[in-house]
């Protein structure tokens, strides 16, 4: 099995800004570990491309929850093909690059429904496997891999949620496995997208508190605990972006840039009560979200003031932006307090990437609320593209054969090897 992979990674999320198409190398530098099965890759991501949405997409994606099934699958069609025009686009502009290298293209497609199992259901899912199907979730992403593979020229995985789903997983989040394999250095991995989602490898710290209780012992059996505890966690946390942007869109703004309009507003402190008194935020992981949630929870809360005064109604909404913002960074910061409670008590290092990371004062709230905890910005490109980065890098692993969704992470019956594979046509 070859050591170098080129992939093409496509993102596009709930945040509703655009396509993201990232060309990325992965080197396998460490051969797969007998205890834990994994491996140990470096990564280097050498070509970027944003497509942003007009309004005409960003409605159309929005509202697609509510299309019939044949507008659905018309406009399925539609993104694919325009996913399609931009890769290839890409392609042409990338003279720098030889593509008959490359191995596959890896797309996210995008969310239109994600209503998985309830947790409740899949409690003893490990006495139960023999029942699943009688607990089974949903959740679409749309995207043609065949049309893909096929007017592209390159071969195509795509749908990796799908399996994950089927053994009583919440099919989300994905990124874990990268966040494991490329990001290992860093104690918590946090995306602010669309909805803000952290991924941590808990009891790797467990270990080290272990080591450290027990460094007489042997050095062999020690590395044996590890590989046998090594288990990554990770879940969604609470709206970010898809909030902020749609509220930034209710004064004339695509989104709330460094935060701007929030701070030119005041906390809402019973809005910000009745936020955080939403009883997803007490359910364990592994949780996840979708926009339905969103929509029925959040954004009736967020209703301003009946007003004939047009600056009163502007002031209103900066003042539900700055709540949000806070409510997000609360949210966020309590989730890590609580995972951080087991952990030994040294400094920690927090990832932030996603778009939520430009927002100067939801990071300022989170190094305020977390004052123990390193807390550090990717660089731009890595801000931009992880989501693409990770998402070609599942593509690779599917290709290998290897784990790419992990149950601690889901809640599934058990690791997968997940995506459809569409052969390109001289294949």
């Known amino acids: 099995m070859k050591n170098i992979y080129y992939s093409i990674g496509l993102m596009s999320g709930t945040s509703l800004d655009g396509l993201d198409i990232a060309l990325c190398k992965f080197e396998n530098y460490k051969q797969k570990d007998q205890q834990n099965n994994s491996s ?72 239109i429904f994600h209503q998985p199992s309830p947790k409740e259901k899949n409690k003893n899912k490990s006495e139960n496997k023999n029942k699943v199907n009688q ?12 049309m893909l593979s096929v007017q592209t020229g390159f071969k195509t995985v795509c749908d990796f949620r799908q399996t994950d789903i089927a053994l009583g997983g919440q099919g989300a989040p994905l990124v874990p496995i990268g966040d494991e394999l490329l990001f290992s250095d860093y104690d918590f991995c946090l995306n602010l997208g ?40 990770a879940f969604d946390i609470c709206p970010c972006n898809m909030v902020l942007n749609h509220l930034s869109n209710k004064l004339g703004f695509e989104y709330d840039k460094g935060g701007e309009l929030a701070k030119e507003g005041k906390i809402n402190e019973k809005l910000l009560q009745k936020l955080n008194d939403l009883d997803f935020y007490k359910q364990n992981y592994p949780k996840s979200l979708g926009r339905e949630w969103v929509e029925e929870f959040i954004f009736p809360l967020l209703e301003p003031k009946k007003t004939n005064e047009s600056e009163q109604k502007q002031q209103n909404i900066k003042d539900l932006l700055h709540t949000c913002t806070y409510h997000s960074a609360f949210q966020l910061a309590e989730s890590i307090k609580n995972i951080d409670l087991t952990l030994p008590k040294t400094k920690k290092k927090l990832l932030i990437t996603g778009g939520g990371a430009y927002n100067d004062l939801l990071i300022n709230y989170l190094k305020e609320f977390l004052p123990t905890i390193e807390v550090e910005k990717g660089e731009e490109t890595l801000i931009a593209y992880k989501e693409a ?23 599934a019956t058990k690791n997968t090897c997940s995506g459809s594979i569409y052969l390109a046509e001289s294949e």
Do not use: M, P
């Open 389 to 411: 980065l990770i998402f070609a890098f599942l593509g690779v692993l599917r290709l290998r054969g290897e784990t790419n969704t992990l149950a601690s992470v889901t809640g």
């Open 194 to 233: 669309g909805i803000a989602n952290i991924s941590f490898n808990k009891n790797k710290e467990n270990q080290q508190q272990n080591q450290q209780q027990n460094q007489q012992q042997n050095q062999q059996q020690n590395q044996q605990q590890e590989n046998k505890l090594n288990t990554r966690f």
């Open 135 to 146: 607990q089974l979730g949903f959740t679409l992403q749309i995207g043609n891999g065949a």
């Open 40 to 111: 140990l890759w470096n990564y280097k991501i050498i070509k970027t491309k944003f497509i942003e949405y007009d309004k005409t997409w960003k409605n159309n994606l929005q509202n697609a929850h509510l299309l019939s099934a044949f507008e659905l699958k018309k406009l399925e069609t539609e993104w694919t093909e325009f996913s399609i025009e931009n890769v290839n686009k890409f392609v042409l502009q990338s003279k720098d690059f030889d593509f008959s290298s490359l191995d596959c293209i890896s797309s996210h497609g995008h969310t």
